[in-house]
């Protein structure tokens, strides 16, 4: 499968900035995702980047607090905004092929938030 | 909507002897499952898939799952563990056709023991 490049590998940030992750893949591919990882816990689903369009987002993720952007098939970024210490989590972008493919991952992000 | 439930959170084995993680997912139909491995500070590794077919899928590191539809059961199993193993482990399910999103159980951490 095609190979996620992820960075930063961590951050540490003050309340109220921003970060931005960037995701870049090594082939093009039909789907990008976000996910967060919360300490100790399992992975939840942020959004679709669509590339060329807004990201679709899950339930209790908004646009102005996780702006995306996907300008290609092969890059995508996502941004913390106005972070708070709630926000440190480890963030992992993902990529798929055509269907019938597997999801793969990049190697996250783990921000944390003081 | 699906939903997939691993019922060990912690698991202790020791060093050769074999493993067994529980899966089970909620779905309306035969979904695509999927085991995914998390070592420490790293992203999330593919083991092994069920599409369709023979039930019993075949993985990497010697790992293998067998999926069984009157159970709803996806189970992770290993012969002999090593002590490189250790990780969290993760069971995703996605819908038909990878038109739905995939989603994550709660992970089950792997120690192993000399």
Redesign the interface.
Known sequence: SAVISQKPSRDICQRGTSLTIQCQVDSQVTMMFWYRQQPGQSLTLIATANQGSEATYESGFVIDKFPISRPNLTFSTLTVSNMSPEDSSIYLCSGRGDLNTEAFFGQGTRLTVV | AQSVTQPDIHITVSEGASLELRCNYSYGATPYL?W?VQSP??????LL?Y?SGDTLVQGIKGFEAEFKRSQSSFNLRKPSVHWSDAAEY?CAVEGL???E??T????TRLTIIP
Do not use: D, V
């Open positions: 999927f995914y500070g790293q992203g999330l590794q593919l898939k599409f993760f056709f990878g038109n999103k995939l994550f159980g709660t992970g």
